[in-house]
Structures are given as C-alpha cells and as structure tokens.
C-alpha cells in the first residue's frame, strides 16, 4: 500500500474527491444511488484495500465538517408545518417503527453475545434512514410532492430528531460508576439532569439569541451585495455555531449546527442560503461518504455473510413490514403504505454518525460498525427496486379490480358518502386536492350554491371537513373506484388541484373513462402540462403564472385605456 506524503490534505482532498466522481458516476450510470459510489471509493483508498490509502486523520476530520454541513441542511430544510399536515400518522409512525427495529435489532446483537446497550446502539442505528437517499429516490418516482411523499418525509423528520435526542443522551447513559461505587439509578440520573440543563440552555440560546441574532447578521452582510461575502457567512455560521455550542454546552457538533438551521430558516433569506449552502454542503457530505466508507472492511461481507444478511434484512424487510402495518393501521390505504415503506428501506448518514459515536464509547467494535456500513451499502443499493416492486403491484392493480380495491379504497366511513348525502346531491362539483389552491376553490364553489365533494388523501383534512358539514372523503381519486364514492355519475364537473403533475394526469383519464361528457377542470405548473392537457380535451387547463399575467394586464386595460391619447 502507498500513500502519498508531505501534502496528506491535498492528497486525500484531491485522491478523495476524484474517487468519489468516478464512484458516483458510475452509480448513476447504473441507476443506483450516487451515495454507493462515494461509499465504495471510501473503501477503495481505504486501509483495507491495497494502492494509495488516504490518510485518515485528514479524512476523518474533513469528515466532521460534512456532518456539521449535513445537519446544517437538515435544519435548514426542517419544515414543520409539512410535519404537522401528517402528524398524526408520522409520529407514532415513525416512533414505532424505530421500536420495532430497534428491538429487532438488539434482539439479534444479543443472540450474537453484545451487551444490551451495544444491541441498543446497534439497533437505532438500523432504524433510522437516510435523508438524501429518500429524498431522491421520491424525486426520482415523482412522488415527492404527493401526499404519501409529504408522509414519507414527515416520517423521516421525526426519525431525525429522535435521533437527534439520541446522540444528545446517548454519552449520559454510557456513564460508569466510579470504582468501588454500585451502578444504578443515580449513577446516570445527574448527569442525565445535568445534559438536559445544558439542553434547555442551548434551546433558549438559540430561540432568544440565534432567532434573532442569526438573521439579523445575514441580513447586514446581504446589504454588501458581495456575492462570495453572504456564502462566506453562510459557511462561517454553520461551523462557528456548530463549534461554539459544543464547546459551552457540551453537545454534539450536529445538534449544534441542526438548530442553526433551523434559526436561519425563519428568515426571508433562508431561500438564498440554503441556495449557497448547497454546494458546500454537497462537497463536504460526499467526503463525509468517502470517510465512512474507508472504514468499511469489504472482508467483513466474506466472513460473515450471515450477519450481513440477517442487518439486511432487519432493514429491508423488518422495518418495511413494521411501517406498512403501522400505515395500514392508522386506516391509510396500501398504496400509501407500500410507498412510505419502500421510501424507508435504507439507513444513511444518521446510522453513521451514530455508529461512530457508539465507537467512541466502546459500545460497538469496528466489525459491529462495519455491520451498519454494509448493511446501508447494500440496502441503499437495492432501495431502487423496492421502488420497482413497489410500481409493479400498482401495474397489477389496473388487471385486478380487487387488487386495485385493496391499494386505493380505505374500508371505513371516511372512504364513502352516507346514502342520505348522495340523495341530497344534485349537479355537484368533485374537487380533487384539497391544499392551498383547493381551500381557494371550496370557498368559492360554495358561494356560487353549488353542491361540492371534496376528494383527498390526508385522512385529517377530511375529518376536520366533515365536522364543518362538507361532503368529503378520503381516498386516492387516482383510482375510478375512489372517483365512483365521490358520486361521478351525479356531477357536472371534476376540478383537478393536486401538486403532482402526474396524479393529476391519471385523475383526468379515470374521470373521462367514468364520464366521457364530465367538464374537467386541471391545475397546470408549467408550459408542458398546459400543453399535455390541453391534447387531452380538458375543458380549462391553468397554470398560475400565467393567470397572474393575464389578471395584471387584464387591470391595466381597464384603468389605464381611457387615459390613452388619441
């Protein structure tokens, strides 16, 4: 093995970060994650694998500024209000996934002669998936501006900050009893009361100081109108509010640089940050990637194919189950189900970054973390074809009514009409998609008397309509079945306001196969949906801008015309 020496930071930089291209390009190539390349050019200049062998140090170092320019992102892209819209199927969801595959987890770490708490380390980390990695894989299916997307997404936040806790309490519960002394209660009880003080402290120092202090020091450097200046900030603030709470209140570095996230988001500028943020984020993230990856020992797939297999299959199979349950459980339809669980089937960053801390306290060995890194190398590389299993049982669907049933229709009050409301509906509008341009157009159908069924996968909205007197129900308007319980037959038309482009394309041909003569009514976004809409015979197809346009012009004309001179 060789290594280059007298410049290890330029050699593992530039070594690094080539490695992780032609890694990454390659994954693309094959339609894998780009994250399975970075991984696998970690272990290829790592100290398991012969030729150059980047220096460690370096890369381990370079390694934290990623995770500090990750969870700066996290925090930066934190929406809670996306997570207060699925609340109630996203918490307990989430909570109860992480149980499950936590105790799957340390259920086997046991059987394998670890102490509980090494099984409890080892199993959170298996419970927890990655945020890149879903949030591409959402893009790349086109589902993350749908309804099961924002679900899948508020899952995984709730999953981030239980994780988030966990690195906060994990080094209070690792707490020994002094020699001599006996373990027990009160060995962890003070310092478990000391680090929430330091918690509280930091929460009031960062909701007082950082909410105000933060913006207000973007703001001021935004006004030099230097470019390179404000991303300069950026970077300075991620890393100096990181470094700073971890030296006065002795919490992780990504805690730190979470909140500073989060403080930063509530300014107008947040858009512009994380627009520079990106970039930095993305260089650092990947060198992160390539770092864990030279701890990798690929020999460890040789040796102990059956451990591997038996975390690979806690990840893909035992939490995909649990989520689907859990799902279903909460009256969701299959179809939701199936996507959150294929959405989940991996674990990232956060099983690193614990995995690492669970070294540190001598709670998992380097074959137990290898363990975590094989089973998210391969979990990640195979989460595309949970996508695939996934479209193929939605394919079958169209040849088996019962299967289409089953993916699409909830079987309780809130997926049908009570007979006494389709008796009472005559010439009724459906409106499809009930967000912030359908909240628009209940109010204004119901000013113009009209009768209205609203149709909507958020299985809240409909309970808090349906409390107002609203005709709802909840169901996937994808689907003609769905389309049916909301009384086609009785309407006159069908308004299309859902956010993904390629739902509302599969509502407008199930409501022409119903209803050949219905008006349709569709939300376009851009100029090729108009046009695709457009060649589809819809009755009016809108797109936003455009009819902010014409408004403003529409204005002009009729204040402005007779002021013309002749």
Not at 51 to 59: K, L, Q, S
Not at 102 to 123: N, R, Y
Request: with cysteine; charged share 15%.
């Amino acid at each position: 093995m060789t290594q280059l020496h007298g410049t290890p930071l330029i050699s593992t930089l530039v070594i690094g970060l080539t490695a992780a291209f032609i890694g990454g390009l390659v994954a693309s190539r094959m339609r894998l994650s780009p994250i399975v390349g970075y991984l696998l050019a970690g272990v290829l200049i790592g100290p398991f694998t012969p030729g150059f062998v980047a220096n460690a140090g370096i890369a381990r170092e370079l390694s934290e500024i990623g995770i500090v320019l990750l969870m700066f992102g996290v925090g930066l892209h934190f929406s809670l209000k996306d997570l207060l819209d699925v609340k109630s199927i996203a918490i307990p969801g989430a909570i109860g996934q992480i149980v499950v595959a936590t105790g799957l987890g340390a259920w086997v770490a046991h059987s394998w002669g670890w102490s509980l708490q090494s099984g409890m380390v080892f199993g959170l980390a298996l419970s927890v998936a990655s945020t890149v990695v879903l949030l591409r894989a959402l893009e790349e299916n086109n589902a993350l501006h749908s309804f099961n997307g924002h679900i899948a997404v508020g899952w995984l936040i709730v999953e981030d900050l239980v994780m988030v806790l966990a690195l906060v309490l994990l080094p209070v519960f690792v707490q020994e009893a002094a020699p001599g002394e006996e373990t027990n209660i009160y060995t962890w009880l003070v310092p478990l009361s000391i680090a929430i003080g330091k918690i509280c402290l930091f929460l009031v120092f960062m909701l007082v100081g950082g909410k105000h202090a933060l913006p207000w020091l973007l703001h001021m450097v935004a006004r030099t109108r230097s470019r390179e200046l404000f991303t300069l900030a950026v970077f300075t603030v991620a890393v100096s509010v990181a470094f700073g709470v971890a030296y006065l209140f002795d919490i992780s570095f990504a805690l730190g640089a979470f909140f500073a996230g989060m403080m930063i988001k509530e300014s107008a500028l947040s858009n512009e940050v994380a627009e520079k943020a990106l970039p930095l984020q993305d260089a650092f993230a990947v060198l992160f990637f390539v770092s864990v990856g030279m701890l990798l020992n690929p020999s460890i797939l040789i040796e102990q194919p059956i451990k591997v297999l038996i975390v690979v299959m806690i990840i893909l199979v035992g939490k995909s189950i649990a989520s689907f349950l859990i799902v279903l459980a909460f009256r969701y339809p299959a179809r939701t189900a199936l996507m959150v669980s294929a959405s989940l089937a991996q674990i990232g960053e956060f099983s690193f970054i614990l995995g690492t801390l669970g070294m540190q306290y001598n709670l998992l060995s380097e074959d137990a973390y290898s363990l975590i890194l094989a089973g998210a190398l391969v979990s990640i590389t195979l989460n595309p074809l949970a996508f695939h299993l996934v479209r193929g049982i939605y394919n079958m669907g169209a040849h088996y009514p019962w299967l289409a049933r089953w993916l699409n229709v909830t079987d309780d009050n809130l997926g049908h009409l009570k007979e006494e409301e389709r008796e009472q509906l005559k010439d009724l509008v459906i409106l499809v998609g009930y967000g912030r341009v359908g909240k628009h157009i209940q109010v204004n159908v119901e000013s113009a008397h009209m009768d209205l069924v609203v149709v909507d996968l958020n299985r809240e909205r409909i309970e808090v309509l349906r409390e107002k007197g609203v005709h709802a129900i909840a169901g996937d308007a994808t689907h003609p079945e769905t389309l049916q319980e909301a009384a086609i037959d009785k309407a006159t038309a069908i308004i299309v306001a859902v956010p993904n482009p390629f739902e509302a394309r599969r509502i407008v041909e199930a409501a022409r196969m119903l209803r050949a003569d219905i008006k349709i009514l569709v939300r376009a976004h851009n100029d090729e949906e108009l046009e695709y809409f457009n060649s589809q015979n819809v009755d009016m197809a809108v797109m936003g801008v455009q009819e902010v346009a014409r408004r403003m012009v529409e204005y002009l004309h009729t204040n402005t015309s007779a002021r013309k001179p002749v």
